[in-house]
Nanobody
Framework: QVQLVESRGGLVQAGDSLRLSCAASGRTFSAYAMAWFRQAPGKEREFVAGMRWTGDSPLYTDSVKGRFTISRANAKNTVYLQMNSLKPEDTAVYYC????????????????WGQGTQVTVSS
């Protein structure tokens, strides 16, 4: 069993930066692929970024490449999402998710989810 708790998001202006963190419980955190998803009002939840259990080969959706960085600290059971050059279209509820080993983009493939945290980017 893995429990995920995201840090608080916030209200920022376009161009600002924000870092989200996700703390995981469980003894085998290092075996899990970790990912960030987001869901904007009226839209489906979408994959944002993910990193497999080894900590290499991060994946990003095209719209955040070059702006967002996912990282993980297995010793702290924590995964981060550094978001730079934020845009109003990044406004969404951001979710942390976990599944064993490999990163995939499908929401249905993840076994554990955080409660979500609101990120609002004003223009």
């Amino acid at each position: 069993q893995v429990q995920l708790v995201e840090s608080r998001g916030g209200l920022v202006q376009a161009g600002d930066s924000l870092r989200l963190s996700c703390a995981a419980s469980g003894r085998t955190f290092s075996a899990y692929a970790m990912a960030w998803f987001r869901q904007a009002p009226g839209k489906e939840r979408e994959f944002v970024a993910g990193m497999r259990w080894t900590g290499d080969s991060p994946l990003y959706t095209d719209s955040v490449k070059g702006r967002f960085t996912i990282s993980r600290a297995n010793a702290k059971n924590t995964v981060y999402l550094q978001m730079n050059s934020l845009k109003p279209e990044d406004t969404a509820v951001y979710y942390c998710a976990a599944r064993l080993f490999q990163v995939v983009a499908e929401t249905t493939k993840y076994d554990y989810w955080g409660q979500g945290t609101q990120v609002t980017v004003s223009s």
